[in-house]
DNA sequence: CGTTCCTCTGCTCATCTGAGCAGAACCCTG
DNA sequence: CAGGGTTCTGCTCAGATGAGCAGAGGAACG
């Protein structure tokens, strides 16, 4: 019987049949000490595959992987699901759970909004701080409470965390440097501004540069402008301003039209948890990391392994 | 931290990092036996799978079932294989890995044909057995030693075994019972299948009965024949020998028709093993074990779970 | 054929782990 | 809120396991 088949042997006794090291040397001839070996080596070879299935699983080998190359202060990685679409839910599940778990608590969160910070915000659980003030960080749809929108995010996120939400009334984009400038201007914008920019922890997605973009959907762009961002080099947007593969604004007129924190002061921020989940966001994603604008990332494997890739 | 997410954290790190027990509390802030429990729980629950991966793996937990449910010697249960046409492969391969780990060595071993004896045929080492003396159990196609044939079977099985084959030269079934009988009172043929009903160890494989028998496709039966068979409750054949699923032979006049051992001493013979893959066996597999033809049975794990159910 | 180098084996010993148990904590129920 | 039962917790202790090591065996080479 050669080796390999003694490890099929020896892992059906050890695992399926919960033989000691032992029994199992006696069993089959061998030493106890020569089964322990053949365990470990029928584990090398893959003979042995241990998995972990369960929604909440995580992949702790590839986040310490992103951490060490990225530089990040923590990283969470979930198995992609067998259903594609249940990814964004995991991950979402994942950041809420890292979010309930942040200590220090924090007192002040600066979000921006999307299908991804909804589900984050549903999956939080009630309780999850104690008193946090929930600054919106970049202009967005739809001022009132309903549902997905952009304020109803920062509204869940503060409930549930026991506090109150602090929303910046603004488009994400507008049509003109003067309205822009005038809307900033405005005193109680300008402080919800800074109130953001000062967050100790920021919470954002990112979305990729493509016609199906909130900002198309929402118009504050067409898909012409995002077709000619694209054209410039754009990869995606975080905060409602389009960033090229090294981070760099596309269009900074665009970007002078756009409310929000920016770049510098989230980069700034001495937690900023960013939260990706998807194929479509793998170049975005790259983006972000490599440019140092997250200090901790969420997603799914499969980005992760994107990640991690050297390209 | 509910229960259910501690276990699976504390799977990650006992599966995925190595750590150990005692480690892996002081991460979570709970005590070492909590943990020990936790991972109980967490296998206990599915939340921890551990497959073993290899063609060659069994499936011992089904093998003691069956044994202890149908008083057999011993059985060999194969994972089904990803491709479903490998699973005869990997039976056959496991039939010659138990053929080559028998103890004693047998000294003559009574065959049956068809593929899956080829298959075993081909999947025995050289020098499996030392001086085998390999029978023809019953008559079969093509006397040469053409590749698949019953000779050839035989004839492999002998040569790998360092050993000499004895033929058997006879079609499976006669058209006239004069003929066999004439066929039978042959000094050498009644000689063959004496020493063939007196070997100690039988290797055969049984068919189920439909238009794809190998007796149909070699003119020894017409689908008629079969259709008639399975209209009076024949569930398949074995040694050429049509059953029903109680055991008996169906065709008492075609049964006088077919040249081999007889049922009764295949049933007596100290050790016979039955090897069996495949879906469209399922009935006749259960039929020979239930009435005891075989001592030890070779088999996938669908067939081992459909001879578990109650039926 | 001897020497060297490498792998493999079975050992000791320290560590890790699971079984079993006693007390604590919890939860009904009256 | 007391009593009785159940579950949970952390302990002891024995048994199981892995790391590391010394010697055996075996191949490669001069």
Redo the contacts with the bound molecule.
């Keep these: 019987m050669d080796d390999e088949l003694l490890m099929v042997r020896v892992a059906e006794l050890?695992y399926d049949e919960n033989k000691?090291?032992?029994e199992i040397g006696a069993l089959l001839g061998?030493?106890?000490?020569?089964v322990?070996?053949l365990?470990?080596q029928a584990r090398e070879r893959g003979i042995v595959r241990i998995e972990i299935v369960h929604p909440r699983a995580r992949r702790l080998g590839l986040e310490r992987e992103l951490v060490q190359r990225y530089g990040l202060q923590d990283a969470v990685v979930v198995p992609a699901p067998e259903e594609p679409d249940a990814v964004l839910e995991r991950v979402a599940r994942a950041a809420a759970d890292l979010l309930a778990a942040l200590r220090p608590v924090p007192r002040t969160l600066a979000v921006s909004w999307g299908r991804t910070l909804t589900a984050i915000a549903e999956a939080l659980p009630d309780g999850w701080a104690r008193g946090v003030t929930v600054v919106q960080a970049n202009g967005g749809v739809s001022l009132n409470r309903r549902a997905g929108g952009a304020a109803s995010v920062a509204a869940t996120i503060a409930q549930r965390g026991g506090g109150h939400a602090v929303l910046l009334p603004s488009p994400a984009i507008l049509e003109r440097v003067e309205t822009k400038r005038a809307i900033e201007s405005d005193r109680t914008v300008s402080a919800i501004l800074e109130q953001a920019a000062g967050a100790n922890t920021f919470l954002f997605t990112a979305g990729p540069a493509d016609e199906g973009s909130a900002h198309v959907e929402n118009g504050y762009l067409t898909t012409d402008d995002i077709a000619e961002l694209v054209r410039r080099g754009a990869v995606g947007d975080l905060l409602g301003r389009y960033i090229d593969a090294d981070g760099n604004i596309v269009d900074p007129q665009l970007d002078e039209r756009t409310v929000g924190v920016d770049l510098e002061q989230l980069r700034a921020a001495p937690r900023s948890i960013f939260v990706t989940a998807g194929a479509a966001k793998h170049d975005i994603a790259r983006t972000v990391v490599n440019s140092g604008l997250c200090s901790i990332l969420v997603t799914d494997e499969p980005t992760a392994r994107d990640l991690l890739e050297e390209k």
């Design positions: 050890s000691t090291q032992d061998i030493s106890r000490w020569k322990g070996r365990l470990v």
